[in-house]
């Protein structure tokens, strides 16, 4: 057994000591209930809707290297003390000075790893990361990373548990988005966010419904189980700029199964035990040997309709 957390938050935009006063409350509160592997959301350390209004030099000013910048250097010394392989996102700013956005996860051994996120479209200012990333943990089971967007597209959790991954980290700031797509996600009304203590049913009602868990149903099990693997979605939740994140934190097991999720309104932490021993002889394992490769061609061919992310995402 591993006994897992995903944490939803609601981040202040820029204010890197608030947002790590929360990854430390939660470390702390998982410590306690014996958690090996916590997840948090996103950017949660920047803050993330409100960095599609900054410029490059803005951008840059909230940026820190990796790993040897001052927020990993801290998430390293928490998963230490905390005895916890810890995961939260942030602005990398690269040996070349490009500027990505980057999940950090520490393990307790002092390893570091980060995942650039393979499309990112919050800014123009902003490269996409061109790897996947698994690795081993201490845990003596490998660990993938997606970031949000990375999720959307099933070629990238395929690969990634081809590479071996076990448990996938699916940090995100997403539901509660405004939707070209008329059958998808779509706006909540940031009156019900302010509101949610006097009234706290009408906009958990919301974050049940389509705009958060009902839209989240739709295809994030099916990563789980189609590909074999556990799964811990985080998220932001509450008022991220001009939108208002639906959290829905939860765990899966690799047969697509909730083992733990919220629909508070509200900072919030689930915690699940992972039964490892179900990942030998579960539905997606077993087909996956059943794969075809020779056939597979197509989907590595450019079709020509490819967008950046940037253009996928806004196109009108």
């Not at 958060?212 to 998220?235: I, K, V």
């Not at 061919?301 to 992310?309: A, K, M, N, Q, R």
Request: net charge negative; hydrophobic share 40%; with cysteine.
């Amino acid at each position: 057994m591993i006994r897992a957390a995903s944490v939803q938050f609601n981040h202040r935009a820029g204010d890197l000591a608030y947002n790590f006063s929360r990854v430390e409350y939660f470390c702390q509160q998982a410590a306690e209930q014996g958690v090996q592997l916590i997840l948090f959301p996103e950017m949660c350390l920047s803050g993330y809707w409100h960095l599609r209004n900054l410029d490059r030099p803005a951008l840059t000013a909230l940026s820190e290297t990796v790993p040897d910048g001052p927020s990993t250097r801290r998430l390293s010394r928490l998963a230490e003390k905390n005895k916890l392989i810890i995961g939260a996102g942030l602005i990398e700013r690269g040996a070349d000075d490009r500027l990505f956005n980057t999940f950090v996860v520490c393990d307790i051994d002092g390893a570091v790893h980060a995942h650039r996120k393979i499309h990112c479209f919050i800014s123009e200012h902003m490269a996409s990361g061109s790897e996947y990333t698994v690795f081993d943990s201490s845990l003596d089971y490998k660990i993938g990373i997606l970031t949000c967007y990375d999720n959307n597209l099933i070629e990238n959790v395929r690969i990634t548990a081809l590479m071996g991954a076990d448990i996938l980290l699916a940090p995100h700031q997403t539901g509660g988005v405004q939707s070209k797509s008329p059958y998808a996600m779509g706006r909540i009304d940031l009156a019900l966010w302010h509101d949610r203590e006097k009234n706290p049913g009408i906009i958990e009602e919301e974050f049940r419904g389509e705009k958060g868990r009902g839209w989240l149903m739709r295809w994030l099990p099916s990563r789980a189980h189609d590909n074999g693997m556990f799964l811990l979605f985080s998220n932001g939740v509450g008022i991220d700029d001009d939108e208002v994140r639906t959290g829905n934190a939860m765990i899966i097991d690799c047969y697509g199964r909730i083992l733990a999720e919220t629909w508070q309104a509200k900072d919030d932490m689930v915690i699940a035990d992972l039964d490892m021993s179900l990942l030998d002889n579960c539905t997606g394992r077993r087909w996956r040997k059943g794969r075809k490769p020779q056939l597979y061609g197509p989907i590595t061919e450019i079709s020509g309709t490819e967008l950046d992310p940037r253009a996928a995402r806004f196109r009108e």
